[in-house]
């Protein structure tokens, strides 16, 4: 055996290659790893929290988008002529608006009912409610509205909202809700209403007046309201009104006029379970089982 071969079988690789880890050194590196493992979880956490939270937005947009076309749809008010599911063309059928109520010293009120300019050949002109200027702002009337399917007694508030339970009292003692038929009916959990009050039974119709809306930052909607529809123009208020069988979800913007009895809740919730005719792109329509007013009177 020559040196050089000898001197090549008793080398040895350098020490650090030979080193094994002590048991400090494997917890520490266990340690490192599980760290890593840490830190990467907590950061596809906050990816997916981030990404839900994006969702959560997309879909409330769509909600309240959703929602808003559905109003707009439901209570297009007297004024348009076109009965257009845009809105655009009820605002610019619109009259000026009406002025809002003021208050005298006698606790009465002053109402101003406009003439509605809007060239609408839908509108019946059957004059406007006497003595505006000493509107009664307290008390209660009672209207019984005999339909085809039933009987409701209406109340009104005439210290909630006086302006409107005066022209409501007014139109029905011209019985100028007799005949016609509730147009329109929306049937979702938190937006439940049958729309009245269009002699034409066409959305389109209404009297030859229009007034201001009576309502409050906290005005809301329960079952067995009765309130006034409008266009989205302001001061628009006429003749339509809506029935609420559920508690429904609405902004503030519909003046609350009065309450239904349970009798005729009941009639309501027969004619919604009943569904809607030919469902419009908005969810709502002519109600499949129709209802007629026959009379709408005062009795108290």
Known sequence: MSAGTASAQHQHPPEEYCTVPTNKQRRQAAQRHLQRQLERRAELAKKRRRNLGILASAIAVLVVVGAALLITGVFKGDDDATASDDPTV????????????????????????????????????????????????????????????????????????????????????????????????????SFGVLQCGDPTGTGSGGPSYKYAEEVTPETTYPRGTIAMAKTSAPGTTGSQ????????????????????????????????????????????????????????????
Request: with cysteine.
């Open 90 to 189: 009820s605002d610019t059928a619109a009259p000026t608006s009406a002025a809002a109520p003021t208050t005298n010293a006698d606790g009465t009120v002053s109402c101003t009912y406009a003439p509605d300019a809007s060239g609408n050949p839908n509108l019946t002109d059957v004059g406007t409610p006497p003595t505006p200027e000493a509107t009664p702002a307290q008390g209660t009337s009672t209207l019984l509205m005999s339909t085809d399917q039933g009987d409701l007694t209406l109340t009104l508030d005439r210290a909630k909202a006086p302006c409107a339970a005066a022209s409501f009292t007014f139109l029905a003692q011209q019985s100028f809700f007799d005949g016609s038929t509730c147009h329109r009916l929306v049937n979702q959990p």
């Open 241 to 300: 009104f809506f029935l609420c069988f559920v508690d429904t979800q609405l902004p503030p913007e519909y003046t609350v006029v009065g309450t239904i009895d349970e009798a005729g809740l009941g009639v309501l919730e027969t004619v919604a379970a009943g569904g809607i005719k030919d469902v419009g792109a908005e969810g709502d329509g002519a109600p499949a089982i129709p209802v007629s007013i026959e009379s709408l009177s005062v009795v108290a």
